[in-house]
Nanobody
């Protein structure tokens, strides 16, 4: 089982920055490590939207809407996934979720490949 807990959400003004964290607790078995994690967001009344993903080698894929402003990183020693968000816009408002899974052949920001999800953290950006 994998437990994910997001933190760092807040209400900010447009142009400001936030860093979200996702702490991972897992019980792993040899040959069955987490090798793909992702960030997703959902605004009220909207569908869930992919923000980006990171694989075990640290390779990231970011959505076009955020790739010039957001970065994804991970600290394997601490089991923490980060989402650094700069130059925030009102349209970035939403609940942000991290996700994870094991043995993913092609890590990508596609919600269908992830089994484990956190409860989310709210980000509100005012103009």
């Amino acid at each position: 089982q994998v437990y994910l807990a997001e933190s760092g959400g807040d209400s900010v003004q447009a142009g400001e920055s936030l860093r979200l964290s996702c702490t991972t607790s897992e019980y792993t078995y040899p040959g069955d490590p987490i090798n793909c994690m992702g960030w997703f967001r959902q605004a009220p009344g909207a569908e869930r939207e992919a923000v980006g993903s990171i694989n075990s080698d640290g390779r990231t894929i970011l959505a076009d809407s955020v790739k010039d402003r957001f970065t994804i990183a991970k600290d394997d020693a601490k089991n923490i996934l980060y989402l650094q968000m700069n130059s925030l816009k009102p349209e970035d408002t939403g609940r942000y979720y991290c996700a994870a899974d094991r043995n993913i052949y092609l890590c990508r920001p596609d919600h269908r490949i992830f089994t484990y999800w956190g409860q989310g953290t709210q980000v509100t950006v005012s103009s």
